[in-house]
C-alpha cells in the first residue's frame, strides 16, 4: 500500500530525495542525514548526493547492495522477500 511520506522538515520535494531515503532507510531525522551525507562527502571531496557517497554511507551503517534481477525475468515481491531473510532465489 502506498503512504505519502516526506521526511523534509519543511514539506521541500526538491533537490533532496536523497537525503530523504537516507533518513527513511536509516531511521534518522532528514537533519541528521544530510549531516552525515554533508560529512562524509566533505570526507571524500564528493557532494553528499553522489551515489558513492551515499552507496558508501549506507553501507557503513550494514546494509548491502543486493540484485534481484534474474535476467529478463522480473522478480517478485515473493522474491525480494527470500532474499530479504538471506535466501537465494
Known sequence: MYRNLNLNPKGKMTNDCVVRACSLALGTSWDDAYK????????????????????KLLESQG????????????STVKDLAKISKGKKL
Do not use: A, H, Q, Y
Open 36 to 55: 552525515l551525507l554533508c560529512d562524509l562527502g566533505f570526507e571524500m571531496k564528493e557532494m553528499p548526493n553522489n551515489d558513492k557517497v551515499w552507496k
Open 63 to 74: 546494509f548491502r547492495r543486493v540484485i534481484i534481477s534474474k535476467g529478463s525475468k522480473k
